[in-house]
């Protein structure tokens, strides 16, 4: 799996560095972990917002809407999912900086083919996926760590949940 995910990444790199800049849209490649050492990939399509909102000297409101593969592994055990998040941007700076740090924020949906894992019970293939973090717009690469919550909103007991501290990165072209 890793070396699917090092192959994947190396693409991003190549054509978003000939394609930078010009879509709105953006490939992602994310590692986190999650006790009990559960290890977290993640693969996404990303499209920004096509508006601003908010715009002053400091900077101003976006987002992007991001689809994304997620796997996630623990010993002999491991859950796929697919999830879809709208994710708000608050924007440091002008869009036309070179570097733009960011802070983000969002609640999205997922389905989950397993819901166990590491002695977790997560009851339902539906999740609720919530996400907060920071980075950095370089160009047209962007940095990002965050931590994401995993949980089905007490639809259904057990709701043990999952946290997961993950770093991204993303070739926006």
């Known amino acids: ?26 490939l992602s490649f994310g590692y986190g972990q999650a006790d009990p050492d559960i290890d977290v990939y993640r693969v996404g399509l990303k499209k920004d917002f096509s508006s601003r909102w908010l715009e002053t000297k400091t900077g101003y409101l976006s987002g992007y809407f991001e689809l994304s593969l997620n796997h996630w592994e623990h010993n002999n055990e491991d859950i796929n999912g697919i999830a879809l998040s709208p994710v708000f941007a608050y924007y440091f ?36 996926e919530d996400r907060i973090g920071i980075g950095a717009r370089i160009g047209f690469v962007d940095l990002n760590f965050r931590y994401m919550h995993y949980s089905n909103a007490s639809i259904k007991a057990p709701n043990h949940g999952i946290d997961i501290l993950m770093f991204t990165t993303a070739i926006q072209f």
């Open 93 to 128: 700076g002008q869009k036309s900086n070179l570097i733009k740090p960011y802070i983000e924020g969002g609640i999205g949906v997922t389905y989950i083919d397993e819901y166990h894992i590491a002695d977790r019970n997560l009851s339902t293939n539906f999740q609720f």
């Open 1 to 26: 799996m890793k070396k699917y995910l090092i192959l994947i990444f190396g693409f991003m790199l190549v054509y978003g560095t000939a394609m930078a800049g010009s879509s709105g849209y953006g």
